[in-house]
């Protein structure tokens, strides 16, 4: 009979810890589930954040790219008439040279 206690009772040892190191477990795997759901939240925000800011970005660069070229465009029309100005003011003057030598 003693040793039959002896055995039941190391046998409720071991079924509480065995029980204890259960719980252990889930509790630990509880808080690592609930850490990685924070993470992949968290990962999660910071994609939206990148993203928005890739876009904010992109569009500053193209809004500006095209202020640019507007800019460009501008000066270039400027620069043409001035071209043209210059050059019908010449022929003009030839012209009248031309007509100065004839008459």
Do not use: P, W
């Amino acid at each position: 009979m003693e040793i039959t206690s002896f055995i039941l009772g190391v046998c409720a040892v071991i079924g509480v810890a065995v029980v204890i190191l259960v719980v252990v477990g889930m509790v630990k795997i509880y808080r690592q589930k609930q850490q990685i759901e924070n993470l992949q939240s968290e990962l999660g925000r910071s994609n939206t954040n990148i993203y928005q800011s890739i876009s904010d970005e992109t569009r500053y660069i193209n809004d500006r790219l095209s202020r640019m070229d507007d800019r460009a465009m501008l000066s270039l029309d400027e620069l043409k008439r001035d071209i043209l100005s210059h050059v019908d003011s010449r022929i003009d003057k030839l012209q009248a040279k031309k007509e100065v030598i004839k008459g």
